[in-house]
């Protein structure tokens, strides 16, 4: 009797560790280099939210904003190793891993508004370039929004000559490059965390992003001016580990699918709002000017870049670039 007891005792013991190992969650953590205000940042929250109700807690999903783990190039090396599971990079910053179509949405005036944007995504070139990651070790399970790119500065920059000789702070896109290459200007790869003292120090005079972006990292404050170009363009894609997505209980997997639709739907129907947010919260900080470009600036800035959709052929695929024209015309 004395033995069973301690027989029992003895399994339980062994059982323990077993049965804890058992309920510990599957831990996704989701590391992303903007603030948690932004539309990156609440479709983060929201996922996490949704990822862990539908998995009944099963999984617990660790959101880390602003770079506080990782910056853009080594988010990527990261998950990559499988130090973080889930990311949602901009179009712009597959490049340095060897993914370089997704820099065809960089090309200037390229999209008119986001319905054009969704025909490429939401049809089949968007499916057939979310399996691109595949290759590189991770899995593309869904583009997000964040919205359109307005050009800033410390001197008003309204048509081409503006940009001549500026130097200008840009994500990891050979598009990009060209781009402000293109303008005259000096285009300068920096991750994103380093804008803000990179325009406060003058190591850079300008840079190009969303009114989102720009509000949140108060880049308004040490910019004199921002140009409502609206010529570009910066969403995100999410990407998750693909051995850790592969290794996921089936029943797992799908829960987790339909908490990143879910979450899609909502992060992409409130970027735009965002953005407008942030625009009149700039504005009402009376901290910066705004400048609205002529519709003849605007066309000789049209007129200077359109080289690149030849140029860039070479770097993101010709047959892409024409596709894509074609699916947002
Ligand atoms: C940038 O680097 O300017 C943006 O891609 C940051 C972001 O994630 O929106």
């Not at 705004?290 to 600036?297: D, G, K, M, S, V």
């Given at each position: 009797r004395q033995?069973?007891?301690?027989?029992?005792?003895?399994?339980?013991?062994?059982?323990?560790?077993?049965?804890?190992?058992?309920q510990q969650p599957i831990v996704i953590k989701f590391?992303?280099?903007?603030?948690?205000?932004t539309p990156k940042g609440k479709g983060a929250e929201k996922f996490k939210e949704l990822a862990e109700k539908y998995t009944a807690g099963k999984v617990k999903v660790e959101v880390y904003p602003n770079s506080t783990l990782y910056k853009d190039k080594e988010e990527l090396e990261a998950l990559q190793l499988g130090a973080v599971q889930m990311l949602a990079p901009s179009n712009s910053k597959f490049g340095p891993i060897g993914i370089?179509?997704?820099?065809?949405?960089?090309?200037?005036?390229?999209l008119p508004n986001l319905d054009a944007l969704r025909k490429v995504t939401e049809g089949p070139i968007g499916k057939r370039m979310l399996k691109l990651m595949d290759s590189k070790?991770?899995?593309?399970?869904?583009?997000?929004?964040?919205?359109?790119?307005?050009m800033s500065a410390n001197k008003p920059l309204k048509s081409p000559a503006d940009y001549k000789g500026l130097k200008f702070r840009i994500q990891s896109s050979k598009v990009l490059e060209a781009q402000f290459r293109t303008l005259g200007a000096v285009p300068q790869v920096m991750a994103f965390s380093e804008v803000y003292q990179a325009l406060q120090t003058g190591v850079v005079d300008g840079q190009e992003n969303t009114w989102s972006n720009m509000y949140t990292q108060k880049m308004h404050e040490v910019q004199k001016f921002?140009?409502?170009?609206?010529?570009?363009?910066?969403?995100?894609?999410v990407v998750v580990n693909k051995k850790f997505w592969d290794g996921l209980p089936a029943d797992i997997r799908t829960q987790l699918d339909k908490a990143m639709a879910e979450s899609t739907q909502y992060a992409n129907n409130q970027s735009a709002k965002e953005n407008e947010d942030a625009k009149a919260d700039i504005v009402k900080s009376g901290k910066t000017t705004i400048l609205t470009p002529t519709a003849a600036e605007v066309a000789e800035m049209r007129?200077?870049?359109?080289?690149?959709?030849?140029d860039m052929g070479k770097r993101v695929g010709k047959e892409l670039i024409d596709e894509v024209v074609k699916a947002v015309g």
């Amino acid at each position: 009797r004395q033995w069973l007891v301690g027989a029992a005792a003895a399994a339980a013991l062994i059982a323990a560790p077993a049965a804890a190992l058992a309920q510990q969650p599957i831990v996704i953590k989701f590391s992303h280099v903007v603030a948690p205000d932004t539309p990156k940042g609440k479709g983060a929250e929201k996922f996490k939210e949704l990822a862990e109700k539908y998995t009944a807690g099963k999984v617990k999903v660790e959101v880390y904003p602003n770079s506080t783990l990782y910056k853009d190039k080594e988010e990527l090396e990261a998950l990559q190793l499988g130090a973080v599971q889930m990311l949602a990079p901009s179009n712009s910053k597959f490049g340095p891993i060897g993914i370089k179509e997704f820099e065809v949405f960089d090309l200037p005036f390229l999209l008119p508004n986001l319905d054009a944007l969704r025909k490429v995504t939401e049809g089949p070139i968007g499916k057939r370039m979310l399996k691109l990651m595949d290759s590189k070790g991770m899995v593309g399970l869904a583009y997000w929004d964040n919205g359109f790119k307005q050009m800033s500065a410390n001197k008003p920059l309204k048509s081409p000559a503006d940009y001549k000789g500026l130097k200008f702070r840009i994500q990891s896109s050979k598009v990009l490059e060209a781009q402000f290459r293109t303008l005259g200007a000096v285009p300068q790869v920096m991750a994103f965390s380093e804008v803000y003292q990179a325009l406060q120090t003058g190591v850079v005079d300008g840079q190009e992003n969303t009114w989102s972006n720009m509000y949140t990292q108060k880049m308004h404050e040490v910019q004199k001016f921002i140009t409502e170009t609206n010529h570009g363009y910066i969403g995100y894609v999410v990407v998750v580990n693909k051995k850790f997505w592969d290794g996921l209980p089936a029943d797992i997997r799908t829960q987790l699918d339909k908490a990143m639709a879910e979450s899609t739907q909502y992060a992409n129907n409130q970027s735009a709002k965002e953005n407008e947010d942030a625009k009149a919260d700039i504005v009402k900080s009376g901290k910066t000017t705004i400048l609205t470009p002529t519709a003849a600036e605007v066309a000789e800035m049209r007129k200077t870049m359109a080289p690149l959709y030849d140029d860039m052929g070479k770097r993101v695929g010709k047959e892409l670039i024409d596709e894509v024209v074609k699916a947002v015309g």
